[in-house]
């Protein structure tokens, strides 16, 4: 059974910074992301990171991000923090044959 488990969002001043974690198990995944949703927004991509440790980064977060990887744990390290960048955050794990799985999403609220 795959599980995505998330933690480490809250509550940070703009400008500060929080550390987000996805631990996927069940599975070897090829791809990990992870995703934000404000409200009243379609949930967007952040960052990307594939198994051989390639990234990509929304052009919003690009300089701020950090996305990073050990085996099926996935990082987010989040830096000078707008209060746009408030929402909830999804981590998400692709498998080698494309099949999609999605954690339970934390809150991060940036406050101006």
């Known amino acids: 059974q795959v599980q995505l488990v998330e933690s480490g969002g809250g509550l940070v001043q703009a400008g500060g910074s929080l550390r987000l974690s996805c631990a996927a198990s069940?599975?070897?995944?090829?791809?990990m992301s992870w995703h934000r949703q404000a409200p009243g927004k379609q949930r967007e991509l952040v960052a990307a990171i594939g198994s051989g440790g390639s990234t990509n980064y929304a052009d919003s977060v690009k300089g701020r991000f950090t996305v990073s990887r050990d085996k099926n744990t996935v990082y987010l390290h989040m830096s000078s923090l707008k209060p746009e960048d408030t929402a909830v955050y999804y981590c998400?794990?692709?498998?080698?044959?494309?099949?999609?799985?999605w954690g339970q999403g934390t809150q991060v609220t940036v406050s101006s």
């Open positions: 069940g599975r070897i995944f090829s791809v």
């Open positions: 998400k794990a692709r498998d080698a044959v494309f099949r999609e799985y």
